[in-house]
């Protein structure tokens, strides 16, 4: 069975590394794997086939119904029903919505299924199960693709979503039929909400609060998820594996108690197998409670395993159950391979079962629940690590308090406070009070840990041959006591531990045009400096290029300061993320061609001549002048950067004025291999003189997926390929990295979304159609 499970899984694993979807004319080999099921010798690739084309006809299921590319950024009434808990973001409201109707200038089409909603400015009050008829611009998932960043469109794709939009006004929104009795559970899930926000009003563990109960971690803050991660606490706000086994281990050993108490029941049914029953109902009511979420789906196929043990009285070893339940698990959701608390889960468990054998014989409760702390700490760390996560150092000391203080006290009184306040708002604020009352503390305590410089330690750039050496080490030190040379899987740790990202040779540069949307942010790198010109758009209080794009790419390649951050200009799509930015990775210096708008630090400004030389790599301003004050896109910063290889030429925002202004001035300086487009290929810029002068071999744009104000231009594009460019934009590519290199030249283009794109990112690696585009008038779109 174990080797099955596994080949299964395997196969399910190859699948999810296509970066095309398979035809679906695959599958026609399902049946004749299923009859080779009983030839022993060729189980495994049987399996290893099974599980493959299962995760095919999933995918094919999920993408059939996608939405039709000629409606994207149309006008289109919608049918359906609210089938999420709305979250409220200052002016805008977010809601998942199951379209049952689609309609386009009078035509109905086939719906998308689930689409994603934003609701801006007047939004009504929803209530989960409504039914509504609202008039919406949609497109197909498209995010950012950038080394280190987040697969926002795999996502999707793993929520089951098939479009993002917004709602337009109109008047013919509105509300067609309240909720109806199959979305009770979802009522009561927004009725708790609301009541534990009335009941811990302005208290910073609400939020925490709120996921413990229903699953809904919309109302934890950015700073609070980093403090969870850096201690290795983030699984204690995630209603899976470890609450659901909570729940289930509590409810059994009460249940299993009070039967045996009653003669009568026992003559009825085993007090075991009662126990199991009613155990595994508790967590059905809080896996309910949580929305029946994914961590929560598949924390309870793993326990309906181990609990279906009892029932059936059958003894098996642990490795068979965890077999089976990972089989289970992964035929239910083949996507769920993909998701890093996945690995987690299993991989905690299989250490556990693996480490506990040698270990804990004859030992204190305190001194078992230390050592499985140990296990896990140890055996999860490769995991975290290859995930790109933080792996917590302060974790093992974390967990052996806050695990028990969670598991006997939180999350016990979060749950009662939040049933009994169904019947009575004042019966439960008291245990809500109390159990966010001790949240707080808490979550003070892994502030001060957090703070630590060793708190947390970011396993970057080691290769996947170092995670195989590392998994070895592992096992060894996790070996029963007694184990022959068990230390030595210390030294099968250290690879993994010393590994560090490549960097730049001397005299070399590498040049990265990140994906931040409707902004602009590059980044140079010489041997030993880091240079990020512009730090993309701020596009809500919550969620900026800074944070969510630069910072993830330059943790990645294991930067750990900036050298020089230059703000080319004081616009938003520039300067929005810059204050993030500097707020996760440390600034040295920071400079911009309109540095009175930046204020939150102070910034020197850039002018023409500045010039200096990085590991044999030169810089130098070339425009503003000495003493010039420009206002709005003329300010920018333009910034040559050259090797012996090439040049680069970053520009900004600069229009017609400023780009005849250079070409007179600095005619033979302009000329550059590369080229970051001026004002994201607006008519604006890109005169003829320009282009002449600088004359590049590529040509790189910046700008939104279907943006709004319609760039690049279709004519500006095609004036850079006259001028003899590749013209390459971010919107298709993600993003773009070169090398240049004094000894071979320079290397490239390297897009990142050709590179690490899968299946589900290949409508957005298709070209953006000008006449499909979202016109002026509808807002930007976060994540």
């Not at 004094?742 to 006449?771: C, F, H, L, Q």
């Amino acid at each position: 069975m174990i080797g099955a499970a596994v080949a299964f899984v395997a196969g399910v694993i190859c699948f999810q590394q296509q970066a095309e979807l398979p035809a679906l004319a695959w599958a026609g080999l399902f049946p004749f794997l299923l009859a080779a099921i009983p030839l022993r010798r060729v189980r495994l690739p049987v399996f290893f086939g099974l599980g493959f084309l299962w995760a095919l006809l999933h995918a094919h299921w999920l993408l059939s119904g996608s939405l039709a590319p000629a409606l994207e950024g149309k006008d289109l009434d919608l049918e359906g029903v609210v089938v999420s808990l709305p979250e409220q973001r200052g002016r805008r409201l977010r809601f998942l919505f199951e379209v049952q109707g689609l309609r386009y200038e009078g035509v109905e089409y086939p719906g998308p299924g689930l689409v994603r909603l934003s609701w801006y400015r007047d939004a009504p009050a929803l209530r989960v199960g409504e039914r509504w008829r609202l008039q919406a611009r949609l497109r197909r998932p498209h995010g950012f693709m950038n080394p280190g960043g987040f697969d926002y469109e795999g996502w999707l794709f793993r929520q089951g979503i098939r479009a993002t939009g917004y709602v337009r006004r109109a008047p013919l929104n509105g509300r067609l039929a309240e909720s109806g009795p199959w979305f009770s559970l979802q009522r009561l899930r927004q009725g708790i909400r609301d009541r534990i926000a009335r009941a811990v009003p302005d208290r910073p563990a609400a939020g925490i609060l709120t996921a413990l109960v229903i699953g809904d971690r919309s109302g934890i803050g950015r700073d609070q998820r980093e403090i969870l991660a850096r201690t290795g606490a983030s699984h204690l706000i995630a209603i899976s594996g470890l609450h659901v086994g909570m729940i289930a281990g509590l409810a059994f050993f009460l249940f299993r108690w009070l039967w045996s108490r009653f003669y009568s029941l026992t003559l009825h049914a085993p007090a075991p197998q009662a126990a199991a029953c009613l155990a595994l109902a508790a967590a059905l009511l809080y896996a309910a409670l949580a929305g029946f979420a994914l961590p929560a789906r598949r924390a309870l196929i793993m326990l309906a395993v181990v609990m279906g043990a009892v029932l059936l009285r059958r003894c098996q070893r642990p490795s068979r159950t965890l077999a089976l339940a990972l089989f289970l698990v992964v035929a239910a959701d083949p996507l769920a391979v993909l998701s890093a608390g996945f690995w987690l889960s299993f991989a905690a468990v299989g250490v556990i079962l693996f480490g506990v054998s040698g270990h804990l014989s004859g030992d204190g409760p305190w001194r078992k629940w230390g050592r499985v702390q140990w296990l896990v700490a140890i055996g999860l760390a490769p995991v975290l690590a290859a995930r790109g996560m933080q792996v917590s150092l302060l974790g093992p000391l974390v967990n052996l308090v806050a695990v028990p203080l969670f598991g006997l006290f939180i999350v016990p009184l979060a749950l009662l406070g939040a049933l009994s306040s169904i019947f009575s708002g004042s019966l439960g604020a008291l245990p809500l009070g109390l159990a966010a009352w001790l949240l707080d503390g808490v979550v003070g305590l892994l502030r001060l840990a957090a703070d630590q410089p060793f708190a947390a330690w970011d396993g970057k750039g080691a290769g996947a041959w170092i995670w195989l050496v590392a998994i070895p080490g592992v096992l060894l030190l996790l070996a029963p006591a007694g184990t022959p040379g068990r230390w030595l899987g210390l030294a099968f740790l250290l690879p993994m531990m010393l590994a560090r990202p490549p960097v730049p040779a001397p005299g070399e540069a590498w040049f990265s045009l990140l994906d931040v949307g409707q902004g602009l942010s590059a980044v140079v790198r010489t041997h030993g400096h880091t240079l990020v010109y512009d730090a993309g758009p701020r596009f809500s209080a919550d969620f900026d290029a800074g944070s969510a794009v630069v910072a993830p790419f330059l943790k990645q390649a294991g930067v750990s300061h900036i050298d020089r951050l230059v703000l080319s200009n004081g616009d938003s799509d520039h300067a929005g993320g810059g204050r993030a930015l500097a707020s996760v990775v440390p600034v040295r210096e920071l400079i911009s061609g309109e540095p009175g708008e930046i204020g939150w630090a102070a910034a020197l400004p850039c002018h023409d001549g500045m010039q200096w030389d990085w590991d044999g790599v030169r810089f130098r301003f070339l425009h503003p002048a000495v003493g010039e004050r420009r206002r709005g896109n003329n300010a920018s910063c333009v910034l040559l950067v050259e090797n012996d290889a090439g040049r680069v030429l970053l520009p900004g925002d600069i229009e017609e004025e400023v780009e005849r202004l250079l070409v007179r001035k600095v005619p033979d300086l302009l000329a550059a291999d590369l080229v970051q487009v001026p004002h994201h290929g607006s008519r604006t810029s890109s005169t003829g003189g320009f282009l002449e002068a600088v004359s590049p071999r590529y040509a790189l744009v910046s700008a939104g997926h279907g943006n709004r104000y319609g760039f690049p231009q279709p004519e500006v594009v095609r004036r850079w390929r006259a001028a003899g460019a590749l013209v390459l934009q971010t919107a298709e590519r993600g993003a773009i990295r070169f090398r240049l290199d004094p000894r071979a030249g320079i290397s490239g283009p390297e897009s990142y979304r050709m590179k690490a794109g899968r299946y589900w990112n290949a409508a957005g690696r298709a070209p953006v159609t000008y006449d499909d585009r979202i016109r002026r008038d509808s807002p930007i779109e976060p994540k």
